[in-house]
């Protein structure tokens, strides 16, 4: 009994000042940071800067973690592995499989229509292009989340830091392509007589090749670190997790999201302006030619088309996208009844988009018919005149 009453004294000994010999070795070389995550749970993370007695500049020692359950693209949020009951479960899992499904046929078909059909390489055809691919690109890595149910990665840290590489670049791309086609139908409303000679196709092209590299350069440059060493940064196996610096955080927030916004508010609520007074100036003119209520209904007909169509795609991209930012900013997770909503909301986005910028074209629906009777297999289809 003393025997092993002394011996369990001299382990704890060994052990206490074995204990503070490793702290003092490390204190010197690994930096803690502690992030708080959802319902009181810390993780610590650990990086080594440089070598022994070096320490790292303050620039350098914020910095932001991101570990993603859902695909969330510009997202800050730390959500932990969670079980779900099964019928939750199968709500999820039938929820992503439908908006992969509805996300990616209806953008498949307007990429065909727009490359196959030679009438409808347009300018702004050409941005409904880019925007299509871009959403394409979501729905195929929602088809990931699909067999991610579980919370782990299982496709290895390559994968993992070119998935959400990915995840970020079309994010980018897909608002500024809606920037661009804020800005093409500014210069089509407000400056009519000059949108043929400033608006090209070649321009547009020129654009939309700009806008992706300049998605794939900033992005490259944010997770350089993770892409040249991919899942250092993860704690355990089945962990696919991303650290960006804070400003860089920052940029990307602005990047993706404030800049796009702020741009396109601004140039709708011109062209809005302008529309409405447009279609007060023609209703006037009418007016003094004839009295016929009918004519005044129709101009007033459009003016409320005008408000509508541009009250949807701003309202929309609203409520799809906002949820979401505010969501990630508080950096909390208070369950599947908000941030995954307010994910499944951002997802959404790129569903709708071909809807509210495709559908209410006549040639897409001719063009759609056309496909899937594939009657497109036909010589001479690229030239069928769908206006």
Same mark, same amino acid.
């Given at each position: 009994?003393?025997?092993?009453? !002394?011996?369990?004294? %001299?382990?704890? $000994?060994?052990?206490?000042?074995?204990?503070?010999?490793?702290?003092?070795?490390?204190?010197?070389?690994?930096?803690? $940071?502690?992030? %708080?995550?959802? %319902?009181?749970?810390?993780?610590?993370?650990? %990086?080594?800067?440089?070598?022994?007695?070096?320490?790292?500049?303050?620039?350098?020692?914020?910095?932001?973690?991101?570990?993603?359950?859902?695909?969330?693209?510009?997202?800050?949020?730390?959500?932990?592995?969670?079980?779900?009951?099964?019928?939750?479960? $199968?709500?999820?899992?039938?929820?992503?499989?439908? /908006?992969?499904?509805?996300?990616?046929?209806?953008?498949?078909?307007?990429?065909?229509? /727009?490359?196959?059909?030679?009438?409808?390489?347009?300018?702004?055809?050409?941005?409904?292009?880019?925007?299509?691919?871009?959403?394409?690109?979501?729905?195929?890595?929602?088809?990931?989340?699909?067999?991610?149910?579980?919370?782990?990665?299982?496709?290895?840290?390559?994968?993992?830091?070119?998935?959400?590489?990915?995840?970020?670049?079309?994010?980018?791309?897909?608002?500024?392509?809606?920037?661009? /086609?804020?800005?093409?139908?500014?210069?089509?409303?407000?400056?009519?007589?000059? !949108?043929?000679?400033?608006?090209?196709?070649?321009?547009?092209?020129?654009?939309?090749?700009?806008?992706?590299?300049?998605?794939?350069?900033?992005?490259?440059?944010?997770?350089?670190?993770?892409?040249?060493?991919?899942?250092?940064?993860?704690?355990?196996?089945?962990?696919?997790?991303?650290?960006?610096?804070?400003?860089?955080?920052?940029?990307?927030?602005?990047?993706?999201?404030?800049?796009?916004?702020?741009?396109?508010?601004?140039?709708?609520?011109?062209?809005?302006?302008?529309?409405?007074?447009?279609?007060?100036?023609?209703?006037?003119?009418?007016?003094?030619?004839?009295?016929?209520?009918?004519?005044? #209904?129709?101009?007033?007909?459009?003016?409320?088309?005008?408000?509508?169509?541009?009250?949807?795609?701003?309202? #929309?991209?609203?409520?799809?996208?906002?949820? !979401?930012?505010?969501?990630?900013?508080?950096?909390?997770?208070?369950?599947?009844?908000?941030?995954? #909503?307010?994910?499944?909301?951002?997802?959404?986005?790129?569903?709708?988009?071909?809807?509210?910028?495709?559908?209410?074209?006549?040639?897409?629906?001719?063009?759609?018919?056309?496909?899937?009777?594939?009657? /497109?297999?036909?010589?001479?289809?690229?030239?069928?005149?769908?206006?």
């Amino acid at each position: 009994m003393y025997t092993f009453t !002394y011996l369990k004294c %001299e382990m704890e $000994m060994m052990t206490s000042m074995l204990s503070v010999t490793v702290s003092r070795e490390m204190e010197d070389n690994v930096t803690y $940071m502690s992030m %708080e995550m959802e %319902e009181g749970f810390t993780v610590f993370l650990q %990086e080594e800067f440089g070598s022994c007695g070096k320490q790292s500049s303050a620039s350098s020692e914020l910095l932001i973690i991101r570990n993603r359950k859902l695909l969330s693209p510009a997202g800050s949020l730390k959500l932990r592995k969670t079980n779900h009951p099964p019928s939750i479960s $199968m709500l999820i899992y039938f929820t992503l499989s439908s /908006i992969s499904v509805l996300t990616i046929i209806p953008n498949v078909l307007l990429v065909i229509a /727009i490359i196959h059909f030679r009438k409808l390489h347009s300018p702004t055809n050409f941005l409904l292009l880019s925007l299509a691919v871009s959403d394409f690109l979501v729905g195929f890595l929602i088809s990931f989340q699909i067999m991610l149910m579980d919370g782990c990665w299982y496709l290895g840290d390559i994968m993992c830091a070119m998935y959400l590489f990915l995840d970020y670049v079309i994010t980018s791309v897909s608002g500024g392509t809606m920037v661009l /086609i804020s800005v093409d139908r500014y210069v089509a409303v407000c400056n009519p007589l000059y !949108y043929p000679s400033k608006v090209t196709a070649g321009k547009s092209k020129m654009c939309i090749l700009l806008c992706w590299a300049s998605a794939v350069v900033f992005h490259s440059l944010l997770l350089k670190n993770n892409l040249q060493n991919p899942g250092r940064y993860k704690s355990c196996y089945g962990e696919c997790v991303v650290v960006v610096e804070y400003i860089g955080e920052i940029l990307d927030l602005f990047f993706s999201f404030i800049g796009p916004i702020t741009v396109i508010i601004v140039l709708y609520s011109r062209v809005f302006v302008v529309a409405v007074s447009q279609a007060r100036s023609m209703r006037s003119r009418v007016a003094a030619v004839t009295l016929h209520g009918s004519v005044r #209904v129709k101009a007033k007909k459009s003016e409320m088309k005008a408000a509508m169509i541009l009250g949807v795609v701003v309202v #929309v991209f609203f409520l799809c996208t906002c949820p !979401y930012y505010c969501v990630a900013l508080m950096a909390q997770d208070t369950g599947v009844s908000t941030s995954s #909503v307010a994910f499944l909301l951002f997802y959404f986005n790129s569903t709708l988009n071909p809807l509210i910028y495709a559908l209410f074209y006549p040639w897409f629906r001719k063009s759609v018919k056309i496909i899937l009777t594939l009657q /497109i297999l036909k010589p001479g289809s690229c030239d069928t005149n769908l206006m």
